[in-house]
Nanobody, 126 residues
């Protein structure tokens, strides 16, 4: 079972930036696509961004396109989410996840992910 540990969350003013990191415990990290999801209080957990196993293909939710960038460093078993131009509506707990199947493209549906981190809180003040 892979362990995923997110970090980098915090409180930031609107218009600011944060960089989230997600470190994976297994050396097979590079075989799997990774994703970021977020969940605001009282809402569903929604897709934010995903990256394929090699880092050569990405996918984003419309609400974050042009502001967020997902990347990965397979040598460090880590995936990142650079968040710029943050808005109050970006406030949520952010989760990283690993797909259930290896060698896939960037997946956007929750059911395609089998391992999840504990989440990191991002709060954007207006």
């Amino acid at each position: 079972q892979v362990q995923l540990i997110e970090s980098g969350g915090g409180l930031v003013q609107a218009g600011g930036s944060l960089r989230l990191s997600c470190a994976a415990s297994r050396r097979t990290f590079s075989n799997y696509a990774m994703g970021w999801f977020r969940q605001a209080p009282g809402k569903e957990r929604d897709f934010v961004a995903a990256i394929n196993w090699s880092g050569g293909s990405t996918s984003y939710a419309d609400s974050v396109k042009g502001r967020f960038t997902i990347s990965r460093d397979n040598a460090k078993n880590t995936v990142y989410l650079q968040m710029n131009s943050l808005k109050p509506e970006d406030t949520a707990v952010y989760y990283c996840a690993r797909t259930s199947l290896p060698m896939t493209g960037p997946r956007t549906e929750k059911y395609e992910y089998g391992s999840w981190g504990q989440g990191t809180q991002v709060t954007v003040s207006s």
